[in-house]
């Protein structure tokens, strides 16, 4: 499966990296961080195709956007147009909301995948539980959809080892469902 092989590489070129000093909230770990590798990523995959948030970009694919892969030599990650469309079957309505990610993938037998991105300050050794509670429901909520989920946590900060007495075993659980989490520390 296209998609699973792209999150493989995907997953372990994220775990891998370091990213860059400057970043600082959710923005800059996605602009500068997360985009370029997914880019990097699905050129060694063209039976993938990655939407992104265009933020300020207004380039769009040329001649026309993709509707499947493989994409043509003129495909723009970050394409307005393909990110707009891609809300149609990327977005997850659930419990009277719609969820959106931060980025997300779809091969031409129509698998997905789904990244969430969070950004959270590390007080006296804690993650604060609203940010960490919110990042795990979306992910979940991801799966609910998606093939493949990657929830990546950037940290400002270090946790305290007393606080991870269970981490292993919801580790083991989101795994078991596709969801694959990934914390970093930032700056």
């Known amino acids: ?9 995907f997953i372990e070129i994220l775990t891998r990296e370091v990213p860059p000093q400057a970043v600082r909230t959710e923005k800059d770990l996605e602009r500068e961080f997360v985009v370029p590798i997914a880019t990097r990523a699905v050129a060694r995959h063209p ?4 939407y992104s948030h265009p933020f300020r970009n207004r380039t769009c694919c040329v001649p026309v956007c993709a509707g499947a892969p493989p994409a043509g030599r003129g495909r723009v990650v970050g394409c307005p147009k393909c990110w707009a469309e891609s809300k149609a079957w990327a977005c997850v309505a659930a419990f009277g ?3 959106t990610f931060d980025l997300v993938a779809r091969d031409r037998d129509l698998k997905s995948l789904a990244l969430e991105v969070k950004v959270a300050a590390v007080v006296a050794g804690r993650m604060p539980n609203g940010q960490i509670q919110r990042f795990l429901g979306q992910c979940s909520l991801a799966a609910t959809s998606h093939d493949v989920v990657i929830g990546l946590c950037g940290l400002h ?6 606080w991870h007495r269970n981490t ?3 580790m083991k659980w989101f795994r078991g469902r596709n969801v694959y989490l990934i914390f970093r520390q930032l700056g």
Do not use: C, P, W, Y
């Open 1 to 9: 499966m296209a998609i699973s092989q792209f999150a493989a590489d």
């Open 97 to 99: 909301t719609n969820h």
């Open 168 to 170: 292993e075993n919801a």
């Open 47 to 50: 039976q993938v195709l990655v």
């Open 157 to 162: 900060g270090r946790l305290s080892e007393k």
